[in-house]
């Protein structure tokens, strides 16, 4: 993972982990800690994945057609 | 949008007076604990609230999520054997669809930097 994008953590602070539902790391295996509030450096592993993932896109909206031909074509 | 009473409100018990919509949406987290959401809670990834107020907020980050579920109800035959089945009439899922004015502060954000990285939130 490359450098973080926020401050270092204060040495005591607990490592969050991952998000269980959508969370993806390097393998399918997902910890978190905090799961229960008596004893909140215990770590809960998921190891599959709960989401799929069967692929993505990004889209313009309006699309881009559109914004030539309509929204922003010059008059 | 229907979504409940808040754990944050109400780590121990349901209080169906909360999931009102004059409710539903008061709670801010507490950036020092975890007690009453894990830091690594979907929602509290997804939209850290409180937690990132000495980082700018997130305002910055907000998304609009339209997704469409689909797939038919649990047929009697999966129930009875108590698996869902790998015909792939019966797939289910979810098409998940968000707006938002800029990607790389939104969904990758989002999904990348909070819900994929293990030291979001920030402590």
């Known amino acids: ?75 | 949008m229907a979504i409940g009473a808040p754990v944050d409100l109400t780590p121990i018990r349901d209080d169906p007076s909360l999931a009102t919509a004059a409710h539903n949406q008061d709670f801010r987290f507490d950036p020092k604990s975890q007690e009453r959401c894990p830091y690594a809670a979907h929602l509290r990834k997804t939209n850290p609230r409180a937690d990132l107020d000495a980082f700018g907020g997130t305002e910055v980050r907000r998304i609009l999520r339209r997704g469409i579920p689909f797939g038919p109800e649990v047929t009697d035959e999966e129930k009875k054997h108590n698996k869902s089945s790998n015909d792939e009439h019966l797939e289910r899922g979810l098409l998940f669809a968000c707006y938002q004015s800029n990607l790389f502060n939104g969904f990758q954000f989002i999904q990348t930097r909070e819900s994929s990285y293990a030291f979001s939130p920030p402590l």
Do not use: C, W
Not at chain 1, 6 to 12: C, I, L, M, Q
Not at chain 1, 27 to 50: C, H, I, Q, Y
């Open chain 1, 1 to 75: 993972m490359n450098a973080p994008t926020f401050p270092p953590a204060k040495a005591d602070a607990p490592i969050p982990g991952l998000d269980p539902l959508i969370g993806q790391g390097a393998a399918a295996a997902r910890e978190m800690v905090g799961s229960d509030p008596k004893a909140t450096a215990n770590e809960l592993k998921f190891p599959t994945e709960f989401v799929v993932s069967r692929g993505g896109e990004y889209f313009f909206s309006p699309s881009i057609p559109a914004l030539k031909t309509h929204f922003a074509k010059s008059t």
